[in-house]
Each structure stands twice: as C-alpha cells, then as structure tokens.
C-alpha cells in the first residue's frame, strides 16, 4: 500500500451508499488483517468481527458522539485481551485496515463508545475479549456537502453539512519540536537532514484521525530518538485518547518505515524520558 498517499487523501466519511460491499472484497479484507496488517504490540490477542445488515440499529445508543451514529452499511469492530497497551494496539490495527479500507475504495469513520459489555450484547458478540475499535464503513457517497464535525461543547457535538472538506489539523510545526517541549529552533535544519522522508512522516501524523479532532498529543526529537508525548485534554475519554495514540503512531510509523525500515516503539519505562510540562506525559520512543 502506498500508505502516504493514502493517509493524505483520508478523511472521516459519515454518509454512505445504501449498497454492501462484495463478498470478494470482505475476504481480501478478512485476508489481510490475518496475514499482513502490522500489530504494534504482537503478543496483544485480537480478533476482527465483520457486520452487515441491521448493525446499526443494534449499535444504537451503544456507540458514535452524542449518541449520533453514523449508518453505514458494515462496521468493523476489533476485539482485543487485556493488557495495558490493548488501546493502543487496536489503534494502530485499527487504522492499518482504515487505510487497506480506501485502499479498496471504501470509505469509513472512527465510532466512539464507552462501554464493551454493551457493544458485545448488541451485537451479540460471544468472546472473552474486550471491544476495542469500532470503525463504520461502506461506498463513500459522493456529496457536495461533507458532514463535519462542529465541537460546540464536549457534550455538544453537532455534525452538520458544511463545505469545509477537511477538519482543519495541526500544521507539523505545531506538533513536532526539537530537545524540549514547544522548541521549534533548528527544527527543520534537523528534519532537513533526512531529506523530506522525516518529514513526510511528521506530516502523515500531523493528518491522523483523532478523538473530536482533539489531537492530544505531539513528538519531540530527543537524542536520535522520535518520542510520543501526549498532551493534557480535558474533552477525550481513556479509551478515545489512547486509541488516538495508536492512530498517530500508524501514520508516522507506516510511512517512516517505508524509508527507515521496521521501527520497534518502546513503552512506559522502557521509553526515552524527557521533562515535560505538567500534565504532558512521555507515551513511547523509538530510534530512526
Ligand atoms: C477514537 C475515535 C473516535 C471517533 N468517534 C467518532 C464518532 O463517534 N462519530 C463521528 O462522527 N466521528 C468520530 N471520530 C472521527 C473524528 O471526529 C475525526 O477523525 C476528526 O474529526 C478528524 O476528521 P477526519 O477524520 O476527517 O480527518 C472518531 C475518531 C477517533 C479517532
């Protein structure tokens, strides 16, 4: 997959042809999450569970921003065991198949929700692994107007039509920093270095779905290393934050490797430390 391509022509897709996909299709899907859809953490059991017909009404109330689902005629939901970095992990999974999604010409959106137990009884999901990703998908329609989201209020997400294409991101430089947090001197001397390839990966992050668009996090460059850090937001939810994590390290791991090679992430002590202001906290490291 040309996964930069990809990532740059993504967006959330919130209203869909009223037609299922091809049977074909669900099994190059199905195919590829068993055999080649990268894991961020390998030992993390999942399972992905496939929906058709009738999955909406059955979600409703159990998923999507202010109980506003979005229809689509197939979900995606990925079942992972319990370990601390499960969210994460579905992320990253996640948004792999997200991207194999448009890669097949199929458009989807994130789901959030805050209660497994729930979503497993109404989809009658029997397995001792938790939910942990909920994606909606199908044949983008192809509308003039793009539903957006518009935060009015954490408890107040309105989705309307507007014309604005894209929810507006963080430019590279407003979430990429050099030595300490919030330094972006010398910063594209050192991006320069490695041509446009390290930036390419930066922007691929700074492109990442997210959590209400919140974007809760950015990288400092610090000692040969990249490190996630993630920002205080008082809008995201545990699970919605961390799968926004995973997300973000897809985009930039999927491209970076594309030139850098494979990437291993470390995690919790094992990552590089850094100062950082209050609230902001080291999420992982890798060296490049
Ligand atoms: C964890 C997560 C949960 C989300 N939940 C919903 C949701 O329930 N309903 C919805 O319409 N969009 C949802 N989204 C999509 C975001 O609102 C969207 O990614 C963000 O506004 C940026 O827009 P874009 O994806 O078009 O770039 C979710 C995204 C993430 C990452």
Redesign the pocket.
């Given at each position: 997959m040309d996964y930069s391509a990809l990532i740059q022509n993504?967006?959330?897709v919130?209203a869909f042809a009223d037609r299922p996909i091809p049977t074909s299709v669900q099994i190059e899907l199905e195919a590829y999450y068993q055999n080649a859809c990268p894991r961020l953490v390998p030992e993390i059991q999942t399972e992905l569970c496939v929906f058709g017909d009738d999955t909406k009404q059955a979600l409703e109330g159990a998923?999507?921003?202010n109980q506003?689902l979005?229809g689509a005629p197939h979900y995606l939901v990925l079942l992972s065991g319990k370990h601390p970095l499960a969210e994460i992990n579905a992320?990253y999974i996640m948004e792999d198949l997200v991207l194999k999604l448009l890669d097949l010409d199929l458009g989807s959106?994130?789901?959030?929700f805050t209660d497994s137990e729930q979503v497993k009884k109404a989809l009658g999901i029997a397995s001792d692994l938790d939910v942990a990703a909920i994606v909606a998908f199908g044949y983008s329609l192809k509308a003039k107007k793009r539903l957006r989201?518009n935060i009015l209020s954490m408890s107040n997400v309105d989705?309307s039509a507007k014309r604005h294409y894209?929810?507006p991101?963080r430019s590279v430089s407003d979430m990429v920093y050099l030595d300490t947090w919030g330094n972006s001197e010398k910063l594209d001397e050192y991006i320069g270095f490695f041509d446009d390839m390290l930036w390419e990966a930066f922007y691929a992050a700074s492109?990442a779905?997210?959590?209400?668009?919140r974007q809760a996090y950015g990288f400092v460059i610090h000692e040969g290393s990249i490190i996630l850090v993630s920002r205080p937001d008082s809008y995201n939810t545990e699970i919605?934050g961390a799968?926004?994590l995973g997300?973000v390290l897809q985009h930039f791991t999927s491209v970076a490797s594309a030139w850098a090679g494979k990437l291993s992430w470390h995690f919790g002590s094992e990552a590089a430390a850094l100062p950082l202001p209050e609230g902001y906290a080291v999420v992982a490291s890798c060296v490049l």
């Open positions: 993504r967006k959330s919130r998923a999507g921003y506003f979005v992320g959106c994130w789901l959030t989201i989705i894209f929810d991101k492109l779905p997210s959590y209400l668009n919605d799968l926004s997300i």
